[in-house]
DNA sequence: TATTGTTATACTCTATAACTATA
DNA sequence: TATAGTTATAGAGTATAACAATA
């Protein structure tokens, strides 16, 4: 039997990604942020033992292009960096009290966004989407 | 029985999309291209009869975007536009040579990375991705 | 010398607003 | 007036290379 036409899978989950995100980047931007903010602040609570290369890592970009991000979110008295006592190279990354307010009101919007996201998908399918999208990251290399 | 912890699946997404498409982006720049041109010579080759708003729609980009990428695509040799015969408001895009040649290279590439990217996924479980993928699409508010 | 992070610079993709040409 | 497309301008996100500070 003939399979069904369809278009590379690479191109429907780059389309895909690409609805979502802004949907995502307009639904962080109501709430006052962004998406790579988004993925600073959560790593900055998440890890916090992390130094910040391995936050850059973490968050998929290079070194140099978060520390754009952390100097954009200082100026906007998000954080404060201090170098750490007993370890002069590396920096600590502190939210102050406005970037802790707007990390509650971006998780706020993120757990809205992934109910809305997964409206009319059961436990079943997001696992096995789950899944799927870790064999397409392995598929390219990617080792996580 | 409690479901295990699973990140939120537009995060998932996000970085499995975020990976898969700079693998492909380097693949489409080993043979000459980017992301966009490939994108804008698939429309073009695609649906010919479409005007320009229609095809940056397609790409899901506005029709200035799409006309910067053209500014750039027609200074590099690969298509010629021209006022079409007779609604002269519109233009009729066309590929040159080299905008033949670049697109069969592309196309190869393209194949030849989807190829990889399924490695190992069986026509069901693409099937599978392909419907959850839509999906989202659905839940993001996407009409197609 | 090696590691951590920053600065300087620039590129790509995208967008909006104002404009021209055509209908 | 409405539509198709372009130009001008700008902004966000990212990257590389060179640098400073620390170990």
Redesign the interface.
């Known amino acids: 039997m003939m ?1 069904p036409e ?1 278009p ?3 191109l ?10 802004r ?2 980047d307009e639904a962080l931007a109501v709430a006052g942020g962004s ?1 790579p903010v988004w993925l600073t602040l959560l790593s900055v609570k998440t890890r916090k033992l992390a130094n910040q290369r391995k936050i850059a890592a973490g968050i ?1 970009i290079q070194g140099a292009t978060l520390t754009h991000h952390l100097n954009g979110m200082e100026a906007e008295g998000l954080l404060v960096r201090r170098r750490h006592p007993t370890n002069r190279r590396t920096h600590q990354v502190e939210l102050t009290e406005a970037g802790e307010a707007l990390f509650v009101r971006l998780l706020e919007a ?2 809205a ?2 109910k ?6 059961g ?1 079943g ?6 899944r ?6 392995a ?4 080792p996580g």
Chains 1, 2 share one sequence.
């Open positions: 399979s369809r590379p899978i690479g429907t989950l780059g389309s895909t990604a690409k609805v979502v995100s949907a995502f998406l998929g993120a757990i966004f992934d809305r996201l997964r409206a009319g998908l436990e399918e997001i696992a096995d989407l789950d799927l999208l870790a064999k397409l990251r598929n390219v290399g990617e």
